[in-house]
């Protein structure tokens, strides 16, 4: 497994303690910065570790801001990322049951080392569950396509009143 990992000067501190816990656990990590603890525009990473992701270049990615925001906002502007930010290891673990997250953001001054340690460990270690999932996210890749296109979100239909709602996803889980 391959992750791309990057942070600004408020993620500096837990991205270095991250770094040491995915290469004990076999873990290849690209390191896109920041090198240190000196202010950073936060954007600037967000976009470098994106990239790799969006791309395929690294499939996987994760962040580390102050509150996990800036980071979030920046990595879902990618096309094809997915980025969670996780708070805790339900979160982690739901992110990647559901929502097949291939970016985890983490808010560096809101969690401990060791707390963000398990996050992370949670995260690598869940597998995508597919199913009704799958087509919840299919749905959103081809929001992608649609804005590429410049055509704006396109809906089928008008939104569904609450009767037809609950006809249409009868049987069909959460
Ligand atoms: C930097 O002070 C802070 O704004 C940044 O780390 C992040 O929390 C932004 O969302």
């Not at 990473?45 to 509150?67: D, F, N, Q, Y």
């Not at 502007?77 to 290891?89: E, I, K, S, Y």
């Not at 569950?129 to 992608?144: A, M, P, S, V, W």
Request: one cysteine or more; proline letters at 3%.
């Amino acid at each position: 497994m391959k992750i791309a990992i990057g942070c600004d000067h408020a993620g500096f501190e837990l991205k270095e303690d991250l770094k040491v816990y995915l290469e004990g656990k076999g873990v290849e990590v690209v390191d896109l910065g920041t090198p240190d603890g000196s202010p950073v525009d936060y954007p600037e990473i967000g976009m470098a570790v994106a990239e790799k992701v969006s791309t395929g270049a690294i499939p996987r990615g994760i962040l580390i801001c102050g509150t996990g925001i800036g980071m979030s906002v920046v990595a879902n502007r990618f096309r094809g990322v997915r980025a969670a930010l996780c708070h805790d290891l339900y979160t982690a673990r739901m992110s990647r049951e559901h929502n097949d997250s291939n970016l985890l953001v983490l808010g560096g001054r809101l969690l401990g080392k060791g707390i963000a340690r398990e996050i992370v460990g949670v995260w690598l270690d869940t597998d995508f569950l597919g199913g009704n999932h799958r087509r919840r996210l299919d749905r959103i890749g081809r929001l992608d396509e649609e804005r590429l296109k410049g055509q704006g979100p396109k809906r089928k239909n008008k939104p569904l009143g609450k009767k037809n709602l609950k006809r249409r996803n009868a049987g069909k889980g959460i």
